[in-house]
């Protein structure tokens, strides 16, 4: 065991810029970031400017978060290198894992061959919907007719997933996740990454969605920084739904949360317990409820109440201690559609050796992948590592 801590917290969604390929997924111009920050006025970000969120690309500067001569943190972007936009792709890449060949999307609804099994299963003759959506406006659209019939509303998203969801009055959890359970073993033969149980509740016109969410995840195709960890005893601790996307594959401890208050909150008590040393963060919230509602201005609060949080998680931290802020994608909300968008994601990486400035600004540059995190984490617990991918900057860090 280690006396070190090292904390990675993902702001889901949270992209800076569209990637040079981005053109191949449809979403050239997307800038999760820099577009929210035109769309209102302006980010009122002090403590992650302060960190050097602005010094990440001069080039462009964010609107009202401008480079900071000393930044308390090191500071950089990151490229993804797999040929995905989606979570488990994205998290599976920042733990050295990059997926060689893409997962299979629906963007026009699922065959029979998947459908038809599955209400055989389930015992039921329909499902609702069958179709690529927004999680929110089919429940508009199609809440009312599932509250009447009990049928399953099943969609999809340009992400390699199904979704099934139903209202908690209608549907009892333990029966939606036992339909998940049966669609998850038709859906990854049929290529898809991942199911997700979205129960709501509410009356017609007006539902929502519950944090009673449960993914079930394909387990990593092969190890993971997160086993290398878990091999020497680096224990880790998941917070929000980092176990489901690693199908709990080295990752010794779960909390579930609702929401990112309570993944902060949860966050904070790790650190001050330092109860393992290694704790993985995702705050879900930008995604899902700002992201893919295209709803910049909330976005930006959200922003803003992490913000908020920083001086109490760096102030948890030890002066040995790592922390380090990343995302898993992009989800512009000012973008067409409702879907994650392929984008550079940022990359600030704080000890106090850095925010002490003793060698000036650490700019860890265009980081050729997300692994580079990972590969760092092992590194700086002494952790000999399975994989090829990505390079350390551990080194650049503590120098």
């Known amino acids: 065991m280690t006396d070190k801590l090292c904390a990675l917290i993902v702001i889901d969604s949270v992209g800076i810029g569209e990637l040079p390929d981005a053109a191949a997924f449809g ?57 995905g936009k989606d979570t488990a792709t994205g998290h599976w890449e920042l733990m050295g894992l990059v997926p060689e060949v893409p997962f299979t999307t629906y963007p026009n609804g699922f065959p029979p061959s998947l459908i038809q099994p599955f209400l055989a299963a389930i015992g039921r003759q329909r499902v609702l919907g069958n179709e690529a959506a927004s999680g929110t406006e089919i429940l508009t659209r199609l809440g009312a007719e599932h509250v009447a019939s009990g049928d399953p509303i099943v969609y999809t998203s340009a992400d390699p997933v199904l979704q099934i969801a139903a209202h908690e009055d209608v549907v009892p959890l333990e029966t939606l996740y036992r339909w998940c359970e049966v669609a998850f073993e ?47 005893g680096v224990a880790c601790t998941g917070v929000g739904k980092i176990a489901s996307i690693y199908a709990h594959s080295g990752v010794a401890t779960e909390i579930h949360t609702a929401g990112n208050a309570e993944g902060i909150e949860a966050t904070l008590e790790a650190l001050r317990a330092r109860s393992a040393p290694f704790v993985f963060t995702n705050l879900v919230d930008f995604d899902m409820l700002f992201g893919h509602r295209r709803d910049p201005a909330g976005y930006a609060r959200s922003l803003e109440e992490f913000d908020a949080a920083l001086p109490a998680l ?64 092992c590194e700086y617990f002494g952790v000999p590592t399975t994989g090829t991918r990505g390079v350390s900057f551990l080194t650049e860090l503590l120098r």
Not at 54 to 71: M, Q, S, T
Not at 343 to 356: F, G, H
């Open 314 to 377: 760096l102030a948890a931290l030890g002066p040995d201690d790592l922390l380090m802020i990343v995302a898993d994608h992009g989800n512009d909300p000012t973008y067409r559609g409702t879907d994650h968008t392929r984008e550079y994601v940022p990359l600030l990486a704080y000890t106090e050796r850095v925010s002490q400035g003793r060698t000036g600004p650490v700019d860890l540059g265009v980081r050729a992948t997300f692994a580079d995190v990972g590969r760092t984490v």
């Open 186 to 232: 038709l859906a990854v033969p049929a290529g898809l990454s991942r199911v997700i149980a979205r129960p709501f509740v509410g009356e017609a016109p007006i539902f929502s969605r519950t944090y009673n969410r449960k993914d079930f995840t394909l387990a990593p195709t092969a190890p993971t920084f997160l086993d290398d960890l878990a091999a020497a």
């Open 27 to 83: 979403d050239v111009g997307s800038d999760t970031l820099g577009n929210i920050a035109r769309a209102t006025g302006g980010l009122k970000l002090p403590n992650l400017q302060a960190l050097g969120l602005g010094n990440i690309r001069r080039e462009a500067p964010l609107l009202g978060c401008d480079p900071v001569a000393a930044p308390r943190a090191a500071f950089g972007k990151m490229a993804e290198v797999a040929p």
